[in-house]
């Protein structure tokens, strides 16, 4: 079935740096999607993009819909502990059905 | 305040039962999604709904069951079949079958004693 390759599987970083992480994809899709899940809780919804070549941003979020339609990557800058989560990407093509990303697990040490 | 509920929060499951958890909205979505989340993986979807009373299944639909009487509630069993439970399930419901992102609830974490 489709995949999403989602990296890096984890990140530590100290606060205040930046952070970058991808999703990449075999297929094209229509819509990308940016989650952050906390521990025991559900995904929260971070950005969502529509368009290849849309840049969007949320904050000190920002995330693009990659221009060939089979990537997109999200950066945090100046990261802070409540940064602290699960990333995960999602896409979803003509069905109504999205496939998620395995996730990035980022660390921010004080 | 709209949003999605599951519950309970934990259920414990004796083996050879049947356990059902509960997913509302009152966001006026018309579709649902059941997913199981296990430790260091992402998401994979048992089943969905686009409208009342219709639903589909997705890639891990064997050992679950749904219904879809209401277009508020879309509760998931899951059946002894289902020789490993133990997971976190998440709800989602998204505005209809064709646009926007889903929305999650807070899960549902199942164990089996």
């Known amino acids: 079935g489709q995949q999403l390759n989602q990296s890096p599987q984890s990140m530590f970083i100290q606060e205040g740096e930046d952070v970058s992480m991808n999703c990449t994809s075999s297929?094209?899709?229509?819509?990308w999607l940016w989650y952050k899940q906390d521990p025991g809780e559900g995904p929260v919804l971070l950005i969502a993009?529509?368009?290849?070549?849309e840049l969007t941003s949320n904050g000190r979020l920002t995330a693009q819909f990659g221009i060939t339609r089979k990537d997109s990557f999200l950066n945090i800058s100046a990261s802070i502990p409540s940064d602290v989560g699960i990333y995960f990407c999602?896409?979803?093509?003509?069905?109504?059905?999205?496939?998620f990303g395995t996730g990035t697990l980022l660390a921010v040490q004080p | 305040d709209g949003g999605i509920t599951q519950s309970p929060k934990y259920l414990f499951r004796k083996e050879g039962q049947n356990v059902t958890l509960s997913c509302e909205q009152n966001?006026?979505?018309?579709?649902m999604y059941w997913y199981r989340q296990d430790p260091g993986q992402g998401l994979r979807l048992i089943y969905y709904?686009?409208?009342?009373?219709?639903?589909q299944k997705g890639d891990i639909a064997e050992g679950y069951s749904v219904s879809r009487e209401k277009k508020e509630s879309f509760p998931l069993t899951v059946t002894s079949a289902q020789k490993n439970p133990t997971a976190f399930y998440l709800c989602?419901?998204?505005?209809?079958?064709?646009?926007?992102?889903?929305?999650f609830g807070d899960g549902t974490r199942l164990s089996i004693l």
């Open positions: 999602a896409s979803g093509g003509a069905t109504n059905k999205l496939i």
């Open positions: 297929s094209i899709f229509n819509t």
């Open positions: 993009l529509y368009k290849a070549g």
């Open positions: 966001l006026n979505h018309d579709a």
């Open positions: 709904s686009q409208i009342v009373n219709d639903f």
């Open positions: 989602a419901s998204r505005i209809d079958r064709e646009s926007g992102p889903q929305h």
